[in-house]
């Protein structure tokens, strides 16, 4: 029954590694988005796609790399990490409208070590 | 430029007591405004919403919130505080680019 759903829940690598997160959702959304919520609770977006089509990146790295093989999922891959992107990442999708709220995944809590 | 600000980091009510947690926004017209909650180790719940029309909203959990454009405000109470109320609150907004614009969050702690 989970609508916005993100693999894993924990990630712990060291720097240098390259690690993916997954995520999909089941409620028929056109739009996904990837946030990250720094140490300080900060939330910030990173990327949004709307139907596999990317609509916004924030000045993210090029090390972040979003990949949306359909409209239902959106995975982010992190190449190269590093301590920075310590961080707690939240999946979200909606339904595109600018007054859809947004339903958030779980998150997933790297640490780069 | 855009920003949501939340001057409270951390605020301790007791339970039973009325809450108000603050937000204010900066942007140059009306933005769409939105409340979340944030239970520890979870995603963000939304309670509320306003995009238009009457300027007192309702929420789920006894939330309601209040815009005030006079004051480019969008104020968050509940009348009495519940021990599972405890959480990280979040206001947020979105100026029609599809994604929302995060305030830093309050903490609110109830005391038993």
């Known amino acids: 029954d989970t609508a916005v759903s993100q693999t894993p829940k924990y990630l712990v690598t060291q720097m240098g590694n390259d690690k993916s997160i997954k995520c999909e959702q089941n409620?028929?959304?056109?739009?996904m988005y990837w946030y990250k919520q720094d140490s300080k609770k900060f939330l910030k977006i990173m990327f949004s796609?709307?139907?596999?089509?990317?609509?916004i990146n924030e000045t993210v790295p090029n090390r972040f790399s979003p990949k949306s093989p359909d409209k239902a999922h959106l995975n982010l891959h992190i190449n190269s990490l590093e301590l920075g992107d310590s961080a707690v990442y939240f999946c979200?999708?909606?339904?595109?409208?600018?007054?859809?709220?947004?339903?958030f995944g779980n998150g997933t809590r790297l640490t780069v070590t | 430029a855009q920003s949501v600000t939340q001057p409270d980091i951390h605020i301790t009510v007791s339970e039973g007591a009325s809450l108000e947690l603050r937000c204010n926004y900066s942007?140059?017209?009306?933005?769409?405004l939105f409340w979340y909650v944030q239970s520890p180790g979870q995603g963000l719940q939304l309670l509320l919403k306003?995009?238009?029309?009457?300027?007192l909203v309702q929420g789920i959990k006894g939330f309601e919130a209040e815009f005030k454009r006079s004051q480019s405000s969008f104020n968050l109470r509940k009348p009495s505080v519940h021990w599972s109320d405890a959480a990280e609150y979040f206001c947020?907004?979105?100026?029609?680019?599809?994604?929302?614009?995060f305030g830093s969050g309050t903490r609110l702690q109830v005391q038993p």
């Open positions: 979200a999708s909606s339904q595109g409208q600018d007054n859809s709220p947004l339903h």
């Open positions: 409620l028929g959304h056109d739009t």
């Open positions: 796609y709307n139907n596999k089509e990317l609509i």
């Open positions: 942007y140059g017209a009306t933005p769409y």
């Open positions: 306003y995009f238009s029309g009457d300027t």
């Open positions: 947020a907004m979105d100026t029609g680019r599809r994604a929302l614009t």
